[in-house]
């Protein structure tokens, strides 16, 4: 943190269970001592869907100035008065999980609401929004290492440094199966503590079939916050364009729906459900993200192939062809090469 007078915003972004949180409430305790006044608005998305953008604004006024007794009678009188009291006192503003811009024009509208110094961190998986705010300071959440993600399992499943040597291989396939995300580690090692080494094979073999529930809904935020064509062309991607040029996808998509892809697919990028790889302008994502459009698809037809919209899973395209499941739901058949029992690449 420097030292200058100026009001800061800070935009932390990433996918759903990265650990955007925790590296906010990382800074907040680290640099909490600067400020005259604090106020960490958790949840910020879930609050004001279920008690409204009031209900955020008497909290941040409360936490500010220890008054329980601030009450503001509508948006527009809340953001008056956080003009007026804050503009002249140094905040340390912490809005956790922002999804809609009207939540920032309603807490922390512009720089010169905030006094001297002040700093506003927002985290969100919608990087657009940071951008509509004004939002210079931008920081992605990466992954954690493979050293990090080894270290977070063996806490959540041991509670302690001592593991048998037993345990290495199916340590080494959560670590695979995660790919760095903190929160499915937690999952995954806080449901497999005190299990034997074959309760953990058995139930990795369950979350690489159909992936867990608790993962599957904090990612499944981000896809039902997009519209219907937005959904179905994530859809399209996750379960068969990893790794395509995103030119030749566009291409395809266009011709599959008659649209220009350009909008879809940046909506998606700045959903932080997609990525561009700049150098090979290749299109990718987080493997869980893949599992999770993948499991979508799934639930369209648990049992029967054929009435699903995509098929990708070899097994599954030679069971619909050789017994003639086939419906007018299948859209998309993708025959792809190397695939693993979970129908990702390079697993067989």
């Known amino acids: 943190m420097d030292s200058t007078d100026r009001v800061h915003m ?118 657009h929004l940071l951008k509509c705010h004004g939002v210079e300071k931008l920081h992605e959440v990466q992954g954690l290492n493979e050293a990090e993600s080894f270290q977070l399992l063996i806490k959540k499943a041991f509670q302690n440094d001592e593991v048998s040597p037993s345990y290495a291989g199916v340590l080494n396939r959560v670590i695979t199966y995660a790919s760095g995300h903190p929160f499915a580690l937690e999952i995954v090692g806080s449901n497999l503590f005190g299990k034997e080494v074959e309760d953990w094979e058995s139930a990795l073999q369950q979350y690489e079939r159909i992936p867990n529930g608790k993962i599957q809904q904090i990612l499944k935020i981000s896809y039902d916050a997009l519209e219907e064509s937005e959904q179905n062309i994530f859809l399209d991607i996750t379960c068969c364009f990893k790794g395509y040029n995103l030119t030749k996808i566009r291409d395809i998509l266009h011709a599959h729906y008659g649209d ?76 792809g090469i190397s695939l693993g029992k979970n129908g990702r690449k390079g697993e067989e």
């Open 10 to 127: 800070v935009g932390i972004h990433g996918i759903g269970g990265i650990g955007k949180t925790t590296l906010a409430l990382a800074i907040y305790n680290s640099i909490a001592d600067y400020f005259e006044g604090l106020c960490f608005l958790a949840n910020v998305r879930e609050n004001s869907n279920k008690y409204g953008l009031t209900h955020l604004q008497n909290i941040l006024l409360s936490e500010i100035f220890g008054n329980k007794e601030v009450k503001v009678a509508s948006v527009q009188h809340g953001t008056l008065i956080i003009q007026r009291r804050l503009s002249r006192k140094k905040i340390l503003l912490i809005l956790d999980d922002v999804d809609d811009h009207k939540q920032l024009q309603a807490i922390a509208g512009k720089l010169d609401w905030f006094g001297p110094g002040s700093r506003v961190i927002i985290t969100t998986r919608d990087t």
């Open 260 to 335: 220009d892809m350009r909008y879809h697919t940046q909506q998606l990028v700045d959903k932080s459900l997609i990525k561009i790889n700049k150098l090979w302008h290749q299109l990718t994502f987080h493997d869980l993200i893949e599992d999770m459009g993948k499991e979508i698809v799934r639930q369209e037809s648990p049992k029967v192939p054929g009435k699903r919209s995509r098929l990708w899973f070899h097994e599954d395209i030679v069971q619909v062809l050789e017994e003639n499941q086939g419906t007018s739901a299948v859209e998309i058949i993708y025959f």
